[in-house]
């Protein structure tokens, strides 16, 4: 069974730093592209960032440049968003995904998803 478990998610103040993490069981990430996503009430699910099979890496948010990084452990098969700076427009639920394709900002591209994790920027 593929799947998915975020983590790392919680309430922190404006300015603050995460690290979001997604462990995979059931298939090995290096083996897919892994984006994440986030939804906030009352819109659509967005992409925030993608990492490649080779590990090239993607950004999809204008607003996340500079601050959001996604990287890879393949040894413990997990893939991560570090994200700094953190806004309190960047309240969401954050979901993890993967396809067996190439990276896409599109949500329906992906198969497999995660339960999410609730992050939280507030003072």
């Known amino acids: 069974q593929l799947q998915f478990v975020e983590s790392g998610g919680g309430l922190v103040q404006p300015g603050g730093s995460l690290r979001l993490s997604c462990a995979a069981s059931g298939f090995t990430v290096d083996y897919y592209s892994v984006g994440w996503f986030r939804q906030a009430p009352g819109k659509e699910r967005e992409g925030v960032s993608c990492?490649?099979?080779?590990?090239?890496?993607?950004n999809y948010l204008d607003s996340a440049n500079g601050r959001f990084t996604i990287s890879r452990d393949n040894a413990k098969n997990t893939v991560y968003l570090q994200m700094n700076s953190l806004e309190p427009e960047d309240t969401a639920v954050y979901y993890c995904?993967?396809?067996?394709?190439?990276?896409?900002?599109?949500?329906?591209?992906?198969?497999?998803w995660g339960q999410g994790t609730q992050v939280t920027v507030s003072s």
């Open positions: 995904a993967a396809t067996g394709y190439y990276c896409s900002a599109s949500p329906s591209e992906y198969d497999y």
């Open positions: 990492i490649r099979r080779g590990g090239s890496r993607t």
